[in-house]
């Protein structure tokens, strides 16, 4: 995700005070799995009410040895009913996600809502190694200007727009308030099986693979394995089409206006799902959609599982340029946080860093910009925020205000990660990345587990490098930041 203010390298130059220049081929199982939650979903939209309707279904398969005494829900959209942030943030009108008529296996329970969380009882422990059938109704009021989920002309931005399944593993379940800053949503690889009803004359655009032109009658759309499911519902767009070298369809949205910069910006998606299928691993679905559009204040970009969105220009030093580099970064992320997870939450520098290494590098290489002297001034404003604010790279959102975020999150990484490419060479780096990428694709990784990753492929032990970069400890990633060696 990129805020709006209006990219990561001017938010970055605020805080550091200065202006930059610029701004495996995967066998995916696409069958539905018996060891993944799968939702099934039933949706009505009615534009007049902004408002969805809906039913869930989530079948879930309960793993052997585990026992479950209640289930967790995440009702994301509560955060809009009574605003707790900044009042530049605060949506014009507000939205929530009420849920009713919850049954487990059939047996009518009593859950319990608070504020962004549903709690969902369960009389008995549910059989392990069975799979558990969970239903509710649901309403979604679509608020106006909410972050990521907005109304705007006759379009409904869909994210986060029914109740998730929390994340339950060793720590137990994932019930982390909602913030502002970064993008506090923590998912499993689920798979989906969505009917929405639409008005005449609106057109779908979601995560799995979308029907042409306007939708008459229900529409059932299905992916899986996939972390979670994101749509935008609208009468306003037109469409760039084209597919990738390796037969990606790839989709530009745009409203009037911005015809000027459309057809190189789809031309700069292409290239960029083909740059990072080259270097990480194949991408492993068979539409990726980039929406350009309004979705709430402080976004410039976000992520989801093949579908991203963009505004459709960036100002620089020469004045306003089609925004590249923003379609670069969210595409990225199809490859770090789409299909390589991690708890965005605790952990969000493993998406976020690799995701902005990923765009600098295709910027580089693809565009001709040179972002090293603004990453050394990085590493070197990194550090003195870090001596006054005792503020590292690995750290859980709640730890980081929004500048120091951006800097910590993702612009040290990628720092350090052309710094590495100083110390191994290019090409070792890109295959820790695709080696990380083919080891950890569909699953949740972790900071070790990158870390481990790189010792292997590199063959020596970079845990002193990662310390420096990631921690704060010692010197070595100021020392490093002084290089100017070029990939």
């Keep these: 995700m990129l805020r709006r ?15 930059p220049v610029s701004e495996r081929a995967i066998a995916a199982d696409q069958n539905v799995s018996k060891e993944r939650p799968k939702y099934i979903i039933d949706a009505k939209y009615d534009d007049q009410q902004q408002m969805i309707t809906g039913h869930l279904v989530l079948k879930l398969p309960v793993k052997p040895q585990e026992k479950l005494d209640k289930l967790v829900f995440r009702l994301y959209p509560n955060a809009f ?5 900044g009042t530049k943030s605060r949506p014009s009108a507000p939205g929530w996600l009420t849920v009713n008529h919850v049954r487990v296996n059939g047996e009518k329970v009593a859950a319990e809502t608070k504020e962004t969380v549903l709690h969902v009882p369960v009389s008995k422990s549910l059989a392990a190694g069975k799979t558990a059938q969970i239903t509710m109704d649901y309403q979604l009021k679509m608020p106006k200007g909410g972050t990521r989920l907005n109304v705007y002309g006759n379009t409904a931005f869909l994210a986060q727009w029914y109740p998730m399944l929390a994340v339950k593993d060793a720590a137990g379940w994932h019930e982390e308030p909602y913030t502002t800053t970064g993008d506090p949503f923590y998912t499993q690889m689920s798979d989906f099986k969505v009917t929405f009803h639409v008005p005449q004359g609106y057109h779908l655009i979601t995560s799995g693979s979308d029907p042409d032109g306007d939708s008459k009658g229900p ?7 996939i972390r979670d499911f994101a749509a935008v519902i609208s009468k306003d767009y037109e469409r760039v089409q084209g597919k990738s070298e390796k037969g990606v369809k790839v989709n530009l949205w745009y409203l009037k206006g911005m015809e000027d910069v459309s057809q190189e910006l789809h031309d700069a998606a ?6 990072f299928g080259k270097h990480f691993g194949q991408y492993p679905y068979k539409e990726v959609d980039v929406v350009l559009g309004e979705t709430g204040y402080g976004i410039a970009g976000m992520e989801y599982p093949g579908l ?6 960036v100002p620089t030093q020469k004045g306003d340029t089609p925004a590249i580099n923003v379609v670069a970064h969210e595409l990225a992320h199809q490859w770090w946080y789409g299909v390589v997870g991690n708890d965005q939450v605790k952990e969000p520098w493993l998406d ?8 600098f590098l295709f910027m580089h290489d693809q565009m001709g910009e040179n972002e090293r002297d603004f990453l050394t001034k990085v590493a070197e404003r990194s550090d003195e925020v870090y001596k006054t604010k005792g503020v590292t790279s690995v750290e859980s959102l709640d730890k980081y205000s929004d500048p120091i975020y951006a800097l910590m999150v993702y612009a040290r990484p990628a720092a350090m990660m052309w710094s590495l490419m100083d110390k ?9 990345l695709s080696t990380y990428y083919q080891r950890y694709q569909f699953r949740t990784a972790t900071t070790h587990d990158f870390i481990q990753t790189a010792n292997q492929v590199a063959g020596e032990d970079l845990t002193d490098f990662f310390d420096h970069w990631l921690y704060f ?4 990633a100021k020392d490093e930041s002084k290089k100017h060696h070029h990939p």
Aim: net charge positive; charged share 20%; proline share 0%.
């Design 352 to 359: 976020e860093g690799l995701t902005t290494f990923s765009e």
């Design 473 to 476: 400890k010692g010197t070595l």
């Design 5 to 19: 203010i209006v990219s990561l390298v001017i938010m970055i130059a605020l805080v550091i005070g200065m202006v």
């Design 81 to 85: 009913r009574d605003w707790k942030w």
């Design 424 to 432: 191994l060479g290019r090409e070792k780096v890109m295959r820790i």
């Design 270 to 275: 292409v290239s960029a799902m083909d740059f």
């Design 308 to 313: 991203v969105t963009s505004v459709a220009k």
């Design 219 to 225: 529409v059932t759309i299905e992916q899986s394995n």
